[in-house]
C-alpha cells in the first residue's frame, strides 16, 4: 500500500474507534491535556541536549497550543488549528527548519509514549486498541516526517509558525 494512504488509513483508525478518540481523552481539554504531559516531558529532558536543543526557538506554551490545536483537527474535532495557522496544515514543511532525524523521531515517540501512560482517558484494558491506534499514528507520522523531509524542495520550507495564508501548493 502506498505510504500516504496507510497513513490516512492509520488516521481513520484514530477516529472510528467507538467511542472515538477525541471522546476517551475527554475531548478539547483532554487533548491539551495530552499535549501538555508531552511538553512538559520534552522541556525536562535534560538527559539529550540535543533533542531539547531542536525546541530552542519554541516556548512550551506556544508550541502545546499549536500540537494540540492540531491534534483536536486530525482526530475529528472542530478545525482549531486552521483557524490559528490557515487552510493548510502541511505538517512535514513546518517541520523543515527543523534539523530532525530518525534518533529525534524514536526521542519524540518516547516522550509521547510517556505522555500517553500518564493520560488519564487512556488507562485501562479497555483502552488497549485504542493506545495501539494512537501510538501506530505517531510512530507513522514522526517517522513521516523525517523521510519526506529529506525530499523536501527549498521552496517547499515553511514560512515557520506563522500564518500560511498565501500558500497552494
Ligand atoms: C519526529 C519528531 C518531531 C520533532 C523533533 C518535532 C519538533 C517540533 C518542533 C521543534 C516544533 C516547533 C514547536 C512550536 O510549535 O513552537 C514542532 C511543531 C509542531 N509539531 Fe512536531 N516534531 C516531531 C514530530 C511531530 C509529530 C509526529 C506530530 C504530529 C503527530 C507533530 C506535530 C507538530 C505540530 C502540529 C506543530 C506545530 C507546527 C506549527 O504550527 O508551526 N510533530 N515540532
Known amino acids: 500500500m502506498p505510504r500516504r494512504h496507510r497513513l490516512v488509513r492509520s488516521l481513520l483508525a ?23 504531559l508531552f511538553y512538559d516531558r520534552v522541556f525536562a529532558d535534560r538527559d539529550e541536549p540535543w533533542f531539547l536543543g531542536i525546541f530552542a526557538s519554541s516556548t512550551k506554551d506556544e508550541a ?5 490545536r492540531y491534534l483536536v483537527q486530525a482526530f475529528g474535532g472542530p478545525g482549531l488549528y486552521g483557524e490559528k495557522k490557515g487552510k493548510y496544515v502541511r ?7 527543523y534539523k530532525i532525524g530518525a534518533a529525534a523521531a524514536g526521542r519524540w515517540m518516547k516522550h509521547m ?3 500517553m501512560d ?14 495501539g491506534y494512537l501510538r501506530d499514528y ?32
Not at 505538517?91 to 527548519?97: F, K, W
Open 138 to 169: 505517531f510512530r507513522y507520522t514522526a517517522y513521516y516526517i523525517v523521510v519526506a523531509s529529506e525530499y523536501m524542495r527549498d521552496d517547499q520550507l515553511s514560512g515557520g509558525t506563522q500564518l500560511d495564508s498565501g500558500r497552494i501548493w
Open 14 to 36: 484514530t477516529t472510528s474507534l467507538s467511542p472515538p478518540i477525541l471522546e476517551r481523552l475527554g475531548g478539547i481539554d483532554g487533548v491539551r491535556r495530552l499535549s501538555t
Open 64 to 68: 502545546i497550543d499549536n500540537q494540540f
Open 91 to 97: 505538517l512535514v514543511g513546518r517541520h523543515a527548519n
Open 113 to 115: 509514549e510517556g505522555a
Open 118 to 131: 500518564d493520560h488519564e482517558g487512556l488507562k485501562g484494558a479497555e483502552n488497549d486498541v485504542a493506545r
